[in-house]
């Protein structure tokens, strides 16, 4: 019996990678293969313009992670459809992984995805990784998740798309060692129900809504994590239809969020708002004012952690020298049982 290979190279099925030719057929033939033997298609350097692409379950699709922080490179998935949803679909693609490539957007269209799982419901854990990827200049978000269930990201960067780096609905994520930078609102916003992810050393920054958004999310851990010139708050935990809950924030730099780059009501003008929150920990945290680079544009932000409607909580031992430049805590009050405020030394940061 001939050797089943375990990678399929894209350009044996046909794919241009010139920068002009439409490889979407070409790709979807050697995405198709690698499926049916749980193989990988491999994407070598080079720009294959393309439509959307489906992944299948229990596959791989790489390239040669060779982009730059404000430069695609390497094995490039370049987006040519104005009218496509997205350049990955990941619906079906439980247990496959994508790493090394280049998803590049290049604005076209709107509200158009780098990576898309869209499902009606919750099914079984996806169990699929992303690593070493950069996805990029999209009108959408970079990574968008509706009802996933167990998924990883790592080394990654989500950049330069017009929505969120990372939108999630669902659960059960790791996301470790990723950069997102200079997206259009949050670098990662979670607005429906989400819980159950683990942040760590993520580098967070210039996005314009706010670095971490939460809307009523529960048992996260967020540790050891970057968080730079939020146009919003650096990070926002705030129970909308529902409380968040069982929420650990630990041992994160949070600098000169609440840029005011628009229109920000004060609060929003902030390191960090905590607002109906349930068994919470913000301890250990750095927070400081500043500016844009080069000593440039306003100082920000207003405010340095702005709570309010705190249960069985704690905010403490957080340092904010020069943390903020017209307050340093605000307690918007309504606290229930068990809500711990005290040892947050600092300072009023000035220009």
């Not at 989500?158 to 929505?163: Q, W």
Request: proline fraction near 3%; charge should be negative; aromatic fraction near 8%.
């Amino acid at each position: 019996m001939a050797e089943v290979p375990r990678s399929l190279n894209v350009r044996d099925f046909g794919a241009k990678g010139d920068g002009k030719a439409d490889d979407t057929q070409a790709i979807q033939r050697a995405i198709d293969a690698a499926a049916e033997v749980h193989a990988t298609a491999h994407i070598p350097e080079g720009v294959f313009v393309c439509s959307t692409l489906a992944l299948r379950q229990q596959m791989g699709i790489a390239g040669e992670p060779a982009w730059r922080y404000s430069k695609p490179g390497g094995s490039i998935l370049r987006l040519g459809d104005e009218k496509a949803r997205c350049l990955l679909d990941m619906t079906e693609a439980n247990g496959a992984t994508v790493t090394g490539l280049c998803l590049d957007g290049q604005d076209l269209g709107e509200g158009i995805h780098g990576i898309l799982v869209d499902k009606p419901e919750y099914n079984t854990e996806d169990s699929w990784r992303i690593e070493r990827c950069q996805v990029g200049w999209f009108t959408g978000d970079g990574v968008r998740l509706n009802r996933i269930w167990c998924f990883s990201m790592r080394h990654s960067m989500l950049c330069y798309n017009k929505e969120n780096g990372m939108r999630l609905r669902g659960w059960d994520a790791f996301l470790l060692d990723n950069w997102f930078s200079g997206n259009g609102c949050a670098g990662y916003g979670a607005y429906e129900e989400n819980a159950s992810v683990m942040m760590t050393g993520n580098r967070i920054e210039w996005n314009r809504a706010g670095g971490i958004i939460s809307h009523g999310g529960d048992t996260y851990n967020i540790t050891g994590n970057f968080i730079d010139r939020a146009g919003g708050p650096g990070i926002a935990f705030v129970g909308k239809d529902g409380p968040c809950s069982v929420t650990t924030i630990v041992g994160n730099i949070i600098n000169r969020s609440g840029a005011p780059w628009r229109a920000l009501d004060k609060h929003d003008s902030s390191q960090a708002r905590l607002e109906n929150c349930r068994g919470v920990v913000f301890s250990g945290n750095t927070l400081h004012v500043g500016r844009d680079d080069g000593e440039k544009g306003a100082w920000s932000p207003r405010c340095g952690i702005v709570y309010g409607r705190l249960e069985n909580s704690v905010i403490k031992d957080n340092v904010l020298h020069r943390g903020a430049l017209e307050e340093l805590l605000v307690d918007l009050g309504e606290h229930g049982e068990g809500a711990i405020v005290k040892d947050n030394p600092g300072s009023l940061g000035t220009p």
